[in-house]
């Protein structure tokens, strides 16, 4: 009965390798985002969507592909991962503009 | 850009004592001041947020302070315990291209000892 899920909750991989992360929420939300969380704590935001429309687009490279298939998913596609990528993704989802509910986390580590 | 500075990074205190914790935000458009608590491999959870029409909110031994003027907001926990023990991450709403996005602070790590 979890709000915001999301799998796998741990991911261990080589360099060059392309993963994906998946995140789903029963809350009945219109908006989910991507955060990423490196190893000094700081979250950052990445992707966020609005009744799967893309909203926010920080600074990312197009490595890192976000997908909505509809308002209750938002998934992460990563292509040609490098060891930068080796961090804590949180999926979140939140009414716009309210309060943002965060996901277990997704640690990804990369070889 | 928008930006949130928050101190301090790192904080002790004993337990039954009083934690506070600074933020300052760059975007006076903000309207909405959400604090987040994560515990050790844990997700960030809220425990408080204030939105810009209220100066004070306060749950039980937790609460938050907004002062627009000095563009500041800050978390205050009372009576601490060991498990006050977490990251703390103040965050602030920013407008921008027609959508709110939370900007967070770096974090304060809050250590309650015994």
């Known amino acids: 009965d979890t709000a915001v899920s999301q799998t796998p909750k741990y991911l261990v991989t080589q360099m060059g390798n392309d993963k994906s992360i998946k995140c789903e929420q029963n809350?009945?939300?219109?908006?989910m985002y991507w955060y990423k969380q490196d190893s000094k704590k700081f979250l950052k935001i990445m992707f966020s969507y609005n009744n799967k429309e893309l909203i926010i687009n920080e600074t990312v490279p197009n490595r890192f592909s976000p997908k909505s298939p509809d308002k209750a998913h938002l998934n992460l596609h990563i292509n040609s991962l490098e060891l930068g990528d080796s961090a804590v993704y949180f999926c979140?989802?939140?009414?716009?503009?309210?309060?943002?509910?965060f996901g277990p986390g997704t640690r990804l580590l990369v070889l | 850009g928008e930006n949130v500075e928050q101190h301090p990074s790192t904080l002790s205190v004993q337990e039954g004592d009083s934690a506070v914790i600074k933020c300052t935000y760059s975007d006076s458009a903000s309207n909405y001041f959400p604090w987040y608590k994560q515990e050790l491999g844990k997700r960030p959870q809220l425990i408080i947020d204030i939105r810009s029409n209220v100066g004070e909110k306060k749950d039980q031994r937790i609460a938050v302070t907004l002062n627009k003027t000095d563009i500041h907001f800050s978390l205050h926990i009372t009576e601490t315990q060991p498990e006050d023990s977490a990251v703390y991450f103040c965050?602030?709403?920013?407008?921008?291209?027609?959508?709110?996005?939370?900007?967070f602070g770096a974090g304060t790590r809050l250590a309650v000892h015994p």
């Open positions: 979140a989802s939140s009414h716009m503009p309210e309060t943002q509910y």
């Open positions: 965050a602030a709403s920013s407008y921008s291209g027609g959508y709110n996005k939370l900007i």
């Open positions: 809350l009945g939300h219109d908006t």
